[in-house]
């Protein structure tokens, strides 16, 4: 009877050895499950009320907006802005996007918005989208075109905003050639940068594409960048004046109530009163290009002019 106690007693122990071992593993299946389960925020509708306006205004202009994916640039609305007051964009499910808005006489601007606490929580969003007035641009020099070697000096100015100002020049047979002194475009703000923000999840750079840097938010295609110099890469000239310039410069990322000069090297040979040197001004405006389905700054898209009409000057 005692030899049968002793073996009941030693099933009973390798009986709750057997559930406790398979209590461990079921503690530690359901503890390495939590740690990899990745919890995310589930998105919530949020009603935008969207206006375009001019800097340091309260009066909204009759506009259009496109509303994007931050990620993925998925379309999540698009239409017309009232003028005089909100538009109501409802339903708005991502918490992170893109919000781009045009209105006639203006630059266009793309704002990148991630919703709030407080706005997730009120399912409410008020957002102020600011347009610039497409400003006038204005060319001065103060010398003539001589025989041989010249250095003209072009003042090139804007009473208000031009936006990525180029030009072009177009000559006659007596000019020989025309260069731009110092052709590499200068960031002022910091140093030209190949990669637009800092991810906090991934703790990586997003960067940007081959070729491509920025300087604060201009961005430009540049085949070397040392510092603050960009050597842009090489770029065709609008439709509008294909066969109609020889040379074209990138200028900077704007003239804003501002100025800059642009020194010319001109050779001319066997000159005469008829020779002259047509100088093309022109700017650019953002849009949402339907065939790249990316934003880009065009001077022109399907041969309509985004931006100011061209600035014509002439040297002689």
């Known amino acids: 009877m005692g030899q049968m106690n002793?073996?009941?007693?030693?099933?009973?122990?390798?009986i709750i050895g057997f559930i406790v071992i398979i209590g461990i593993v079921v503690v530690l299946v359901i503890s390495n499950q939590e740690k990899t389960i990745v919890y995310t925020e589930s998105p919530v509708k949020i009603d935008l009320y969207l206006r375009?306006?001019?800097p340091n205004t309260e009066i909204s202009l009759k506009g259009n907006y496109r509303i994007t994916n931050f990620q993925n640039g998925y379309e999540l609305s698009k239409g017309e802005l009232l003028e005089k007051s909100y538009t109501l964009i409802e339903g708005i499910k991502e918490n992170k996007t893109k919000i781009y808005c045009s209105a006639d006489n203006h630059y266009s601007s793309i704002i990148t918005k991630e919703?709030?606490?407080?706005?997730?929580?009120t399912n409410l969003s008020k957002v102020d989208c600011i347009v610039n007035l497409i400003g006038k641009p204005k060319?001065?020099?103060?010398?003539?075109?001589?025989?041989?070697?010249?250095?003209?000096?072009?003042?090139?100015?804007?009473?208000?905003?031009?936006n990525h100002p180029t030009m072009c020049v177009a000559w006659s047979s007596g000019i020989v050639s025309v260069n731009k002194q110092n052709p590499s475009l200068i960031c002022y703000e910091s140093i030209?940068?190949?990669y637009s923000e800092y991810n906090y999840q991934t703790l990586e750079y997003v960067l940007l594409p081959e070729n491509t840097y920025r300087c604060g938010e201009w961005i430009e295609k540049c085949e070397s960048v040392s510092g603050i110099m960009c050597n842009p890469m090489p770029f065709e000239e609008p439709i509008r004046l294909?066969?109609?310039?020889?040379?074209?410069?990138?200028?900077?990322?704007?003239?804003?109530?501002?100025?800059m000069e642009v020194n010319l090297d001109?050779?001319?040979?066997?000159?005469?009163?008829?020779?002259?040197?047509?100088v093309f001004l022109y700017d650019e405006n953002l849009i949402y290009n339907e065939i790249t389905l990316q934003y880009e700054y065009l001077s022109e898209y399907n041969e309509v002019n985004l931006g100011a009409e061209d600035?014509?000057?002439?040297?002689?």
């Open 242 to 259: 294909k066969n109609k310039v020889d040379k074209c410069f990138k200028l900077s990322g704007e003239l804003k109530n501002s100025n």
């Open 115 to 121: 919703f709030d606490y407080n706005e997730k929580t």
């Open 139 to 162: 060319i001065e020099s103060y010398k003539n075109l001589i025989e041989g070697d010249n250095l003209i000096t072009l003042n090139v100015s804007s009473a208000g905003m031009f």
């Open 311 to 316: 600035l014509i000057y002439e040297i002689k």
């Open 266 to 278: 001109i050779k001319t040979n066997s000159l005469n009163s008829l020779d002259k040197i047509n």
């Open 192 to 194: 030209w940068l190949n």
């Open 52 to 54: 375009v306006l001019q």
């Open 6 to 14: 002793k073996k009941a007693q030693a099933w009973i122990f390798w």
